[in-house]
């Protein structure tokens, strides 16, 4: 029997200000997600979010926290709060990310390299680690809501979805700190979702080609770089990714429809990493 909403329950969402983040905040509201913990730095990104999560959904709950995913106290504090707020935590995608491009190794400083991986690895562990404690004691979600007539084998008691990159298995020339990140998200995501798959939490990860957003590019001269070079010549699909399609796959990810799907990291990258095309 099919569910009445693709995920009826509580998302919490980092990164949520902008790009991916607030595609995945509002994905989830029109699939029908209940309650939103928003989390980010930019409290004006995470107050226009908000905005148009309400309008997508008028009816969800939605909080925001300012949250500094390096900052182990932080980010306790924001998944602390959430939990009181809404009792449970079904869903958590943690999009916080940033990019820098600081050269090869010689010519990366300590600072810059210590940056990317406490943002990109350790800021995301941070919050996985604090998702994970909250998910593996809660009811089931066939418990938590009986409405939604989700079948006893597809039950779970939360699911995390993690953004990696294609350059977790394909890496850039000029980037080694923020490749070497993302190939951490992908093993942490994969030892996760081993040790948590009897508590029924599921973690998998998503690795997204080259996006078109604000992140990816802050300005026109760097938007044009990327569309000249690894859009153009490495991305079959020869076109940007949009935000929004990497929601659908979080969603998708994280609801019971993928009831057998954990320790997976998915490529939604226009076939970056399938391999070169020399059309």
């Known amino acids: 029997m099919a569910t009445k909403t693709e995920v009826p329950g509580i998302a919490i969402i980092t990164g949520a200000a902008s790009g991916m983040g607030r595609a995945t905040a509002l994905a989830f509201a029109v699939a029908g997600a209940t309650g ?10 995470l107050a226009e979010t908000k905005t148009l999560v309400s309008k997508a959904h008028p009816s969800a709950r939605v909080e925001t926290y300012k949250c500094d995913v390096t900052q ?12 009181e707020a809404f009792s449970r935590i079904d869903y958590a995608v943690h999009c916080a990310g940033i ?26 562990w941070l919050c996985a680690r604090e998702a994970l404690r909250n998910m593996r ?10 409405d939604a007539d989700i079948p006893p084998h597809r039950a779970q008691r939360g699911s995390i979805v993690n953004i990696s990159s294609g350059l977790a298995l394909h890496s850039q020339s000029g980037i080694p700190a923020y ?8 093993a942490i995501t994969r030892s996760d979702a081993l040790d948590y798959a009897t508590q029924r939490v599921r973690v998998n990860s998503v690795l997204p080609g080259v996006v078109d957003s604000p992140m990816t590019n802050p300005s026109p001269e760097i938007r044009q770089w990327m569309y000249d070079n690894p859009v153009k010549k490495a991305t079959p699909m ?11 796959v979080c969603v998708f990810l994280s609801g019971n429809k993928a009831s057998f ?3 997976a990291c998915w490529s939604v990258d226009g076939g970056f990493c399938a391999g070169y095309s020399y059309e």
């Open 36 to 45: 939103f913990a928003l989390l980010d730095l930019n409290e004006a990104g």
């Open 72 to 83: 182990e106290s932080s980010v306790i504090s924001a998944y602390t709060s959430a939990k």
């Open 99 to 124: 990019v820098t491009f600081q050269g090869p190794s010689a010519d990366c400083t300590l600072e810059a390299f210590d940056h990317q991986n406490n943002v990109n690895y350790r800021g995301l």
């Open 137 to 146: 004691t809660q009811s089931l979600d066939t418990e938590a809501y009986p």
């Open 179 to 186: 490749c070497g990140a993302k190939a951490g998200v992908t």
């Open 238 to 248: 020869r076109r940007f990714g949009l935000p929004e399609e990497i929601a659908d």
């Open 261 to 263: 799907v954990t320790g």
